[in-house]
């Protein structure tokens, strides 16, 4: 059987501000194994305490294993701590420092490897922003620019569409070819990607939204993979 590579980007809210807990449940949906494992990497706020121990109060009492990984201590143990788990939660904060640290250490590779093998990787903000080709970022000085990803998923994106001035900055920078066409995820909005494709968007709010932005006008993501699927 042919596996379901899957990433869930979430545009902002979530467990790390008591927010929208039925965002979190849209990813256990998404593992659907019994005695699943579930992983938080806090390394984009430097491994901050305070994500943690939020990450456990949300998903401890729940009928899952969960675990977390200190990456800025060290990163020994942590392919193996990564290559074990059914999914991993990828916390918000600077992206420019998490993919730094991602390339310095070269881990990149790992999370392409256990990728393709079916771990889910999930996050949030910059937990998202990571997988794609390139993203709108405020995490490298003022004001906002474009970044590269990893490249697991093609094109462009950003969280918190919501703010309506990193809107405009978004769309600005596709207009101007500065960020190719690309995803815009509202906060306490999930999206599903299977096999480097949108297939599922979830919504915790009322109003909001994701879209798929090119250089002439946004869609409605939902109804973009609707008119895509037929």
Avoid at 17 to 31: A, G, P, S
Avoid at 93 to 108: A, S
Wanted: charged residues 25%; positive net charge; proline residues 2%.
């Amino acid at each position: 059987m042919k596996i379901k590579k899957k990433i869930i980007t979430i545009g902002g809210g979530g467990f790390t501000h008591n927010q929208d807990n039925d965002q979190d449940q849209f990813i256990l949906n998404h593992i659907n194994k019994k005695n699943s494992s579930l992983g938080f990497l806090p390394i984009a706020s430097n491994d901050d305490s305070n994500k943690t121990k939020l990450f456990y109060k949300r998903f401890e009492d729940l009928d899952l294993n969960v675990s977390h990984f200190n990456l800025v201590s060290s990163v020994k143990g942590f392919e193996n701590w990564l290559s074990n788990l059914d999914a991993v939660y990828v916390g918000g904060g600077n992206t420019k420092f998490m993919l730094k640290y991602w390339k310095e250490n070269n881990l990149i590779g790992l999370f392409k490897e256990v990728y393709n093998s079916g771990t889910i990787l999930s996050g949030i903000s910059a937990g998202a922003a990571c997988w794609f080709d390139c993203f709108l970022t405020d995490s490298d000085g003022p004001g906002f620019k474009s970044m590269n990803g990893i490249g697991l998923l093609t094109g462009s994106f950003t969280p918190h569409y919501s703010d309506s001035k990193r809107a405009e900055k978004y769309r600005e920078n596709i207009k101007n070819k500065t960020l190719p066409d690309g995803i815009a995820v509202d906060d306490g909005v999930a999206v599903l990607f299977i096999d480097g494709k949108p297939t599922e968007v979830y919504s915790s709010r009322k109003g909001h939204n994701a879209y798929f932005v090119n250089q002439n006008k946004q869609f409605n993501l939902k109804e973009y993979i609707k008119i895509n699927n037929e």
